[in-house]
């Protein structure tokens, strides 16, 4: 113990802060304290685009229109819809995908780099591009869909019916790579001792996949499941650039909601409100998701 | 022993199978990507065609769409030109338009570079020095302080955009590329320091002990040893955070408008005559998805480690 003492320069302590001080005043100069500012607001009749009115305090008015709001209810309604199926078809595909390339067949590390490309893509473009994939006169996927099935003219984007099936289209093809690759991981990670003794104890694949395989991929499922969740939840970008929240309101996020409540009609206190609630939702998501995070690592 | 392990591996003819159905699931998930890039080498008519057309001759019309700004001009007035210079001017002029000038596609991309390579440099920097904090020192409620930073990820971006837009408009941060690098910079903290952490407590503690020995001082240590260690979990951090303000658009759209406007929000603004023009949108949406195509390759072996913040390893 003695030694440490006579090492030159800055106590460890002190670089300690130094080393930390920097990240943690920055994010608390432009994360905190916008959140603070919002939930400030959240209480006020505060009009972001009326400079020089003062803003009055109104108690939870706010909050309690926000959750008397009918509309309201029906963009988590939208949303749970969206994360839903998204979640559910990702999940699927993904560990179908995972249990697939876990076969270790030749060239399977080249075939997972070219499946995962659509997930590094950047949203608001991959949206754009699937406008013109939907185009109900010269789309391809309508062509394609088509070729196998004549159903005539269809516009994924512009009916009510089919538009929320088209961001769950593409939300899973973008996105499935990503439950795919942390299954994979999972599966990765099982012994094979494991597989070895059931084979000895005369264990049936089936009882192998049901009582080894499934039980050793499920934490991995969730934590891709509870990442997806976070980011379907505040999903904006695809979506703004792909059905900008239409027909009506039929693919209004509630991201997009609240968008459209603070930046066109400014209504900074309102929407402020709205904003603090999605966040504790998201908040409560997140506590869960770093305890399964933990358990993980725990293994 | 070599029995034994035959009966775990899957039969030749279950590989098979899964190879099969892994190709065919590899080319309907690249149809869409490639499809755009065909469309940015069609003209503007057969990119309306229909049914769409896989076999066509390859034109430029798309990128120089994409680069230019045309007006529509009569016969007469081109007639009345002196001949076109280069290729594109003919291409152009053959639709009977003239470029008038660069269009805001160069501009809008080296934004997209500089604010991109701004906030990676400073949150890999700054990331380090935190995670190397963590992964070594005892500090006060660490466990908390982590789940903070962590916890700021979750934040709906426009959740937080009304009060920073307010903010930026009274420090005349709004539209600038110095506004963007700090908030991007701040948005992309998180995964450095998680994913560094990781990378860092990998690092055996006696290499900087031994240095340290010799004379180093911590901070000596740390530049000196430490970090060229840590080069390969630095450039895959680096990476990603680039990968994230390349691609980012919620911020983007709503903080900036002209000065500092990145490719994203611009990208679908691209109007030709009578509606979207798709050629052009593909060359812009193509050059764009280029640099996060070629590093996703580079990057294949973290890949895991990035998307979960360093939950899952491999």
Redesign the interface.
């Known amino acids: 113990m003695s030694v440490k003492k006579k090492f030159k320069g800055l106590s460890d302590k002190a670089v300690a802060w130094l080393f930390i001080g920097p990240s943690v005043f920055l994010l608390l100069a432009i994360n905190i304290y916008p959140l603070i500012y919002a939930i400030r607001m959240s209480f006020t009749n505060f009009y972001a685009n009326k400079i020089g009115r003062e803003p009055e305090f109104v108690g939870l008015k706010n909050y309690i229109k926000v959750l008397n709001k009918e509309a309201i209810w029906e963009k988590m309604q939208v949303t749970a819809n969206f994360m839903f199926w998204t979640l559910l078809l990702q999940a699927v595909i993904g560990l179908g995908l995972a249990l697939l390339l876990n076969r270790k067949f030749k060239g399977n590390e080249l075939l997972t780099t070219l499946i995962v490309l659509p997930m590094m893509l950047s949203p608001a473009v991959v949206g754009v591009f699937w406008t013109y994939l939907y185009n109900p006169q010269v789309g391809l996927f309508n062509y394609v869909i088509n070729f196998f099935h004549d159903f005539g003219s269809f516009d994924m984007i512009g009916s009510s019916v089919l538009a929320p099936w088209s961001i769950v289209i593409v939300d899973t093809w973008m996105w499935t790579p990503f439950t795919m690759l942390i299954c994979l991981a999972g599966l990765r990670s099982v012994p094979n001792y494991l597989y070895e003794a059931a084979e000895v104890d005369r264990a049936s694949k089936w009882q192998q996949f049901i009582y080894i395989t499934l039980p050793s991929v499920l934490p991995f499922l969730l934590l891709a499941l509870l990442f997806r969740g976070i980011e379907n939840f505040k999903m904006f970008d695809m979506v703004v650039e792909l059905t900008s929240g239409g027909p009506g309101s039929a693919t209004e996020l509630a991201s997009i909601n609240l968008k459209r409540e603070a930046f066109e009609k400014w209504k900074t206190g309102y929407s402020s409100a709205f904003a603090v609630i999605l966040f504790v939702t998201i908040f409560g998501f997140g506590n869960v998701y770093v305890k399964v995070m933990n358990k993980i690592k725990e293994r | 022993m070599d029995t034994?392990r035959s009966?775990?591996e899957?039969s030749s003819f279950?590989?098979?199978l899964?190879?099969t159905?892994?190709?065919v699931?590899?080319v309907i998930?690249?149809?869409?990507?490639s499809?755009?890039v065909m469309?940015s080498f069609k003209n503007v008519n057969s990119?309306?065609?229909?049914?769409?057309e896989v076999f066509f001759e390859p034109s430029l019309e798309g990128y120089v769409n994409l680069f230019t700004n045309r007006s529509r001009q009569s016969q007469e007035y081109l007639d009345s030109l002196p001949p076109p210079e280069n290729w594109y001017e003919e291409l152009v002029r053959s639709r009977e338009m003239v470029i008038t000038g660069p269009s805001k596609f160069l501009g809008r991309y080296s934004n997209s570079m500089i604010i991109g390579f701004g906030s990676t440099f400073a949150s890999v920097f700054?990331?380090a020095?935190?995670a190397?904090?963590?992964s070594?020192?005892r500090?006060p409620l660490k466990d908390d302080?982590l789940?903070?930073?962590?916890?700021?990820r979750?934040?709906?971006?426009?959740?937080?955009?009304?009060?920073?837009?307010?903010?930026y408009r009274k420090l005349g941060l709004g539209d600038t590329h110095l506004g963007m690098i700090?908030?991007y910079?701040?948005v992309n903290?998180?995964l450095a320091?998680w994913l560094l952490k990781g990378f860092m407590d990998e690092i055996p503690k006696e290499y900087e002990e031994a240095a340290?020995?010799d004379?180093y001082?911590?901070?000596?240590a740390?530049f000196k040893v430490v970090l060229p260690q840590a080069m390969t979990g630095i450039a895959a951090t680096a990476i990603f955070c680039m990968?994230f303000s390349?691609?980012?658009?919620?911020f983007a759209?709503?903080l900036t408008q002209f000065n500092a406007q990145t490719a994203?929000?611009f990208?679908?603004t691209i109007i030709g005559e009578g509606g979207?023009d798709?050629p052009a949108?593909?060359a812009g949406?193509t050059l764009?998805?280029l640099p996060?195509?070629i590093?996703?390759?580079i990057l294949?072996k973290h890949?895991?480690r990035g998307?979960?913040f360093g939950?899952?390893r491999?």
């Open positions: 034994s009966y775990l899957p279950s590989k098979k899964a190879a159905i892994i190709i699931y590899t998930t690249l149809i869409p990507i499809w755009m469309t990119a309306i065609s229909y049914p769409p700054l990331g020095l935190a190397y904090a963590f070594r020192f500090v302080l789940f903070f930073i962590l916890s700021t979750m934040f709906p971006p426009i959740a937080v955009a009304v009060p920073i837009f307010i903010m700090i908030l910079t701040v903290l998180s320091v340290m020995i004379g001082s911590r901070l000596q740390f990968i390349w691609n980012e658009y919620a759209v709503l994203p929000p990208i679908p979207l798709w949108i593909g949406t764009f998805l996060v195509m590093f996703t390759i294949r890949l895991l998307i979960t939950a899952v491999k």
